[in-house]
């Protein structure tokens, strides 16, 4: 579904994404861990097409993706940001954020389609009316889930969906995003620091550091124990010992 | 009873449509509005100026262009409140009907520089590189010029009379307008929500029309309303040195101008048009810092 194959980008004459390489499976859902700034973010806006400065292969589903994106791409591939008080419009209610999609795409049945998009991710339709700013973080997270599936895409991208939120608060979202991929067959790309999110969603996995990913593995080779690359045992280490503090 | 329902209706932290949700943030800002007292006087004073001028030719007690040579430069009376100026011109009914040329000059001013401003603030902010930099530098020259300097050479140019001198003026005050809405473009343009927006596939203009104008909007109207006095001063001075509205028209700055040879001996000819000067331009200072503390885009 998902083919990247030596990815590189560039901010001026650092470059921050070096050869990355990796495929995920229709259906699949792959996670990419790594320190801040270790250039994980940036692959996925490059994906998404958000930047549109890189260099390599970007595929979904067989196509090559072109650096400036079509409107009907944007229909097969969705993003869903970290900051939710940060990636929904302030002085928007939650309709018109829902509605832009299907505006730019003159999609029709716009009233149905934002009712069921509400529902699909379990906010009550009371919200719909609402601004951002009268919502909690989870709700505000869900808007965003919600204005990502709107476009019935294939593939969605996760950009630290839950780093912003309270750890309860995470789990809901967690077992949203599980439940969603399996009832509509959705391929994910999972960003994260944190290697128990990463392991709760992403049966394969990479590593990045300074720009490479330096290791691929399965999230049970990980369990486990079998690491390879020093790095990755590193943040295992932390994983852990942050979880059970001794 | 009509009252309090809407209230109820606007303030429902559920609404049920698109307008009454509109409707909801309206009623907030305008009860936040309400409970700062200087923005209200400084409504209140600009309303009444805007109504007085109005109903004009309905309230003035005598026609702005009446001359009465036998009853030149009297006192305030009974008669005229105000006093008569040089030709006899009762100077109530001039400031009425003045207040139509001095208000009407400076809300096409405003009109004309405000979208101006936000047009060429937003496509430099948002497109940035080349047509960011000759957006601005086109800004820049229009900058370093002194306004009301620039406003005579336009006048000059063109010919002297209220629809050069609004020009003149739109023509001087609109590169504020563009840099404020260029900063705030730039702020915008790197959120999180402008890149999902992005990701709708919608072409630039639609976002920044439909998604950054409006929130470059509040901040632009703060400062319109803080700039209308200088507006009004920039119109009557053109007004005080012949540029502006001319001769019978009784345009404040321009009472003020025929008034100054007699400043010292007949007071009430210059202070009056001076005064309704003062006045609205103050309303307006109040009436813009109310909005500022209200429509602040950094706050709630």
Redesign the interface.
Known sequence: MIKVDQLRISFGTHEVVRGVSFDVAKGGSFGIVGESGSGKSTVL?AM???NEDWSGRIAFDGTDAPLK???????QV??V???PF????????I??ILS??LL??KLPDVEKRIKQALSDVALPQ??R???P??LSGGQRQRV?IA?ALI?EPQVLLLDEPTSALDVSVQAEILNLLADLRQARNLTYVLVSHNLAVIAHLCPQLGVMLNGEMVEQLSADDLRAGRTKHAHTSALRTLSIDLEEPA | MIQTSFRNWALD??????S??NWG?RYRIWLSLKSNPLAMIGLGIILLFALLSLLAPLIAPYDPSLQNLGNRLARPSAVHWFGTDELGRDILSRILFGGRVTLGMVVSVVAVVAPIGLAVGCVAGYMGGVVDSVLMRITDVFLAFPRLILALAFVAALKPGVESAILAIALTAWPPYARLARAETMTIRN???V????????SRW?IML??IA??CVPSLIVRTTLDMSSIIITAASLGFLGMGAQAPSPEWGAMIATAKRFIFEQWWVATIPGMAIFMVSLAFNFLGDGLRDVLD?KQ?
């Open positions: 806006r998404a097409g958000l994106r079509p409107p009907a791409f944007f229909r969705q993003m940001f970290q900051d940060g990636s929904l419009h302030p002085r928007q209610t309709d018109r832009e999609l730019v795409h009371t919200v009316f609402r601004y700013h009268q965003a204005r476009a | 932290e559920t609404p049920a449509s698109r009454q949700a943030r959120t999180d929500y890149a999902a927006y992005r990701l709708t596939g919608a639609r439909r998604h409006p929130l885009p709630n």
